[in-house]
């Protein structure tokens, strides 16, 4: 999915565009061309590595400026101070894991370095780097770092990279760049809080749905993903409501989430119709139990029980009449639809293992039919895949038939980011 903004929408601003070193410094050039077109004062900031793929002269033609990228150049005039004191934007594309990595530890050896620890404007970063380093532990913290920061790390592409290397972490194009450096500088945002103000619920974990006061009936959900979200949206400035299960994970502590504690799929169904009413967004990513016992034991179930036809005690095992459990997505959907309004936006989760005649997706493209839900987030799901996992893959499919998105394989925390993406710009329409 790409989104792409209106050049006329804000006035001519000072951007400073930094460029790594990275074999996608050339698509820079076209991105430099776009913000100059549109009317903006742009300074470019490259690195020396930078210098070595794309020439100076070639970023002074296109800026109409003297480029550098030295911190002892014009010291009378403490550029590397000023340049970020001034720019209402910095944008850097490439962003290279080391970038990355300096910008994420404050660190600052060069020019393009002291304009990121300087600037107090919005700061968009467009990573590219090969896809091991895009997955690596330290890229992986440092992006989480910089984002709780405010930054706007910019998920890579998936394609063709360096040689023939295939895989996420290739350089977004100029024109997707530019799309969120026009949200960047419309006047009354941030997109570093895209979502402040918004009312957002998310439910996570599993449910359990009690046989006796000591078993239940329940399933292998973590709730991590869940967490993830709500950490992720509050990150992004929301009022996030987490509606918390059975969760395998220490619950966050934050200033804009407020925790509610449910057991069953009866609670979870009370605690959203209460919340549904002041809601923004509802994401469903709890792994809700589709039957519930119908007679829940008053007393604990005793492994013998009753008397058999011997005469003797009844060791066989007891039977459990299960009832269906409410459809808690359909249900906010349908009432949706009957207060006549399109809030709040409702996101369900399809986790699918596919069968013998059909794939994850092709079930998971039924249920966002039936469910009728403006987003459907499906992943594939079993012992060992998913539940309980720091990673996820996950296929985001659109109720009005736009291209689906992937996200992954990653960490949950980026699959989070990744899918509130899809949500606030949807959001923006």
Not at 84 to 96: E, F, K, S
Request: charged content about 25%; overall charge negative; some cysteine.
């Amino acid at each position: 999915m790409a989104v792409h903004g209106d050049s006329n929408s804000v006035g001519p601003r000072r951007v400073v565009l930094g460029v790594g070193g990275g074999i996608a410094a050339y698509k820079a050039a076209s991105l430099l061309r776009r913000f100059t077109e549109s009317g903006h004062d742009v300074t470019v900031v490259p690195t020396e590595a930078a210098l070595r793929f794309v020439g100076e002269p070639t970023w002074s033609a296109l800026s109409g400026k003297r480029v550098t990228h030295e911190v002892f150049d014009d010291v009378e005039q403490v550029r590397h101070v000023l340049l970020g004191q001034q720019a209402d934007l910095v944008v850097v594309a490439p962003c290279t894991a080391n970038l990355l990595a300096k910008a994420a530890h404050g660190l600052a050896d060069d020019l393009l370095t002291n304009v990121l620890l300087t600037a107090r404007c919005p700061v968009v970063l467009a990573p590219a780097m090969h896809t091991e380093m895009w997955q690596h532990p330290a890229t992986v913290a440092n992006v989480a770092t910089l984002r709780a920061r405010g930054v706007t790390v910019i998920e890579p592409a998936s394609g063709r990279l360096t040689g023939s290397d295939t895989g996420p972490g290739r350089l977004p194009e100029p024109d997707d760049i530019y799309a969120a450096a026009v949200r960047a500088l419309e006047p009354g945002t941030d997109p570093r809080q895209d979502l402040d103000g918004v009312v957002v619920v998310v439910s996570a974990g599993g449910t359990r749905e009690a046989l006796d006061p000591v078993r239940y009936l329940g399933n292998r959900s973590s709730g991590k993903q869940g967490v993830a979200i709500a950490e992720a949206a509050a990150a992004r400035g929301a009022d996030v409501v987490l509606v918390a299960g059975a969760v395998d994970i220490r619950l966050p502590d934050h200033p804009r989430i407020v925790t509610r504690r449910i057991e069953s799929a009866l609670d979870l169904q009370a605690q959203l119709a209460d919340l549904s009413k002041d809601a923004d967004v509802i994401i469903m990513a709890a792994a809700v139990a589709d039957f519930r016992p119908r007679h829940v034991a008053t007393a604990k179930i005793k492994k013998t029980h009753g008397q058999g036809a011997d005469g003797g005690p009844d060791e066989s095992a007891p039977t459990i009449e299960l009832v269906r459990n409410p459809d808690i997505l359909a249900e906010l959907v349908r009432e949706r639809h009957r207060q006549g309004g399109q809030v709040p936006y409702i996101v369900g989760f399809a986790a699918e293992t596919g069968d013998a005649e059909h794939s994850v997706l092709e079930l998971a493209q039924d249920k966002l039919r039936r469910k009728g839900c403006d987003l459907l987030v499906v992943n594939q799901v079993g012992v060992g895949v998913t539940f309980g996992q720091d990673d996820n893959t996950v296929t985001i499919l659109r109720r009005d038939g736009g291209a689906p998105v992937t996200a992954g394989p990653t960490t949950k925390t980026r699959v989070s980011h990744a899918l509130l993406d899809v949500i606030a710009t949807e959001l923006r329409r």
